[in-house]
């Protein structure tokens, strides 16, 4: 049964993308894409207008899924709600994407969906060269897990 079709009043439409270059981000879009639907789920490369773009559809909410130093151990998985995208201090090193920074053009042309989460895995040596495939489908399907339950609760809220 698709949850997006069920009768009765339209549910809340929520988008999630992975976001960044292909990485850990793109590998939980593919895996959410392959299970059941509960939302819209597409990958975008690491800048502001591809994410401008999809969010400017009139989406609800919006979940945004990529590896980011937060300042966790590696491989912690961290939830965050910018209450203001462009106001948050945090920032990615040099040369990595920011989906903070890239939610500033968005927010800018007012067009940021109600609720905003950014679910960011914690990069080090750990979650990259030295991770076994075993170890990186591990992390990928706990956030698929994660960001699922965050997608049914936006739907409830806004149900």
Same mark, same amino acid.
């Given at each position: 049964?698709?949850?997006?079709?069920?009768?009765?009043?339209?549910?809340?439409? !929520?988008?999630?993308?992975?976001?960044?270059?292909?990485?850990?981000?793109?590998?939980? #879009?593919?895996? *959410?894409?392959?299970?059941?639907?509960?939302?819209?789920?597409?990958?975008?490369?690491?800048?502001?207008?591809? *994410?401008?773009?999809?969010?400017?559809?009139?989406?609800?909410?919006?979940?945004?899924?990529?590896?980011?130093?937060?300042? #966790?151990?590696?491989?912690?998985?961290?939830?965050?709600?910018?209450?203001?995208?462009?106001?948050?201090?945090?920032?990615?090193?040099?040369?990595?994407?920011?989906?903070?920074?890239?939610?500033?053009?968005?927010?800018?042309?007012?067009?940021?969906?109600?609720?905003?989460?950014?679910?960011?895995?914690?990069?080090?040596?750990?979650?990259?060269?030295?991770?076994?495939? #075993?170890?990186?489908?591990?992390?990928?399907?706990?956030? !698929?897990?994660?960001?699922?339950? *965050?997608?049914?609760?936006? !739907?409830?809220?806004?149900?």
């Amino acid at each position: 049964m698709d949850l997006r079709t069920s009768p009765g009043p339209p549910r809340p439409r !929520i988008l999630v993308t992975g976001f960044g270059a292909g990485g850990f981000g793109a590998a939980v #879009a593919r895996g *959410l894409a392959a299970g059941p639907p509960l939302a819209d789920v597409i990958d975008v490369p690491a800048n502001g207008l591809d *994410l401008a773009c999809a969010l400017r559809r009139g989406y609800d909410g919006a979940i945004l899924v990529t590896a980011a130093p937060r300042g #966790a151990p590696p491989g912690t998985l961290t939830v965050l709600e910018p209450l203001d995208p462009r106001t948050d201090g945090r920032r990615s090193r040099p040369g990595e994407p920011d989906p903070v920074e890239a939610l500033r053009p968005v927010g800018e042309l007012g067009r940021l969906p109600g609720r905003v989460l950014l679910v960011c895995r914690e990069p080090g040596q750990e979650t990259t060269a030295h991770e076994t495939p #075993a170890e990186r489908t591990a992390a990928v399907d706990e956030a !698929i897990r994660l960001v699922r339950s *965050l997608v049914t609760a936006m !739907i409830a809220e806004r149900g």
